[in-house]
């Protein structure tokens, strides 16, 4: 069974700092580009950053670039974002996706995690 399962979402002051997490299993994880998407209430989901499959370059929106940081570990077949200097735009619901295109085009999402950003 696949899944894609994020933590470590919270409340956090703002200028504070937190680390989502996204665990995979049941598919060859070196394979997959792994992305981070977030969605806050009334807007649309947006990608934040994604990393590659296996030389583990990577892109930022410009809204986060600077501020946020993602890494992966093959090892343990996770994705880590790691979030500073928050600010209460950043409130959204921080959703896992993973993707390849070899052989086929797969691609998978999790359940979500919340970070809010508030004093």
């Known amino acids: 069974e696949v899944q894609l399962v994020e933590s470590g979402g919270g409340l956090v002051q703002p200028g504070g700092s937190l680390r989502v997490s996204c665990a995979a299993s049941g598919f060859s994880f070196d394979d997959y580009a792994i992305g981070w998407f977030r969605q806050a209430p009334g807007k649309e989901r947006e990608g934040v950053s994604c990393?590659?499959?296996?030389?583990?370059?990577?892109y930022y929106a410009d809204s986060v670039k600077g501020r946020f940081t993602i890494s992966r570990d093959n090892a343990k077949n996770t994705v880590y974002l790691r979030m500073d200097s928050l600010k209460p735009e950043d409130t959204a619901v921080y959703y896992c996706?993973?993707?390849?295109?070899?052989?086929?085009?797969?691609?998978?999402w999790g359940q979500g995690t919340q970070v809010t950003v508030s004093s």
């Open positions: 990393i590659s499959s296996r030389d583990s370059s990577t």
């Open positions: 996706n993973a993707e390849t295109v070899v052989p086929v085009r797969r691609n998978y």
